[in-house]
């Protein structure tokens, strides 16, 4: 079941939804507009292979991080984004987060992002540049997320490595074996 305007308000207003900071005018009819926060990770172009069973990889020879208030997408360049809210999920609800389709019409475009109930923190999503270089302000409504009711609170909600992360997280290499 998905959470309609009126669902979501309720689960905001009783605590068992987070979104903070929180403001009703991101409340949309089936969802939540999430903003674009102020830092982003540039993917590198380079030809060292990252290997993904090093658990002690430097990581900063494949991401450059960057901090501000606006930033230019490059074309077909990818990158990290992260959004401005931090949403936290009870155990009974999970969540997509998709591109808000104004910015899909530039051409941007981003994988699928699903939120597993029991998440807490900022979101991060990937995001690859269209044919031309577009530049995106902090606090603008980029991605909406649509929160789904499961049938049952799942037995072990979330507690992975992103749990909590602040800001724009890097892939957490360790655990993947």
Not at 8 to 24: A, E
Not at 78 to 100: C, H
Not at 102 to 128: C, H, K, Q, Y
């Amino acid at each position: 079941m998905i959470l309609s305007d009126f669902d979501l308000m309720n689960y905001i207003r009783s605590g068992r939804l987070v979104i903070d900071p929180f403001t009703p005018l991101i409340v949309r009819e089936n969802g939540i507009d999430l903003r674009l926060g102020g830092e982003i990770a540039r993917l590198r172009k380079t030809g060292e292979v990252l290997d993904t069973g090093d658990e002690s990889l430097d990581l900063s020879a494949y991401y450059v991080i960057e901090a501000g208030d606006e930033f230019v997408i490059e074309p077909h360049e990818k990158l990290l984004l992260t959004t401005y809210e931090r949403v936290k999920l009870p155990s009974d609800v999970m969540a997509f987060v998709e591109l808000r389709s104004s910015f899909a019409r530039l051409g941007l475009s981003m994988p699928p992002t699903i939120i597993d109930a029991g998440f807490d923190g900022n979101i991060t999503l990937e995001v690859e540049g269209s044919s031309f270089p577009i530049k995106l302000h902090k606090g603008q409504r980029f991605a909406h997320i649509i929160f789904a009711k499961t049938l049952n609170p799942v037995e072990r909600p979330y507690q992975g490595r992103y749990q909590g992360q602040k800001g724009v997280t890097l892939p957490k290499l360790r655990g993947l074996k």
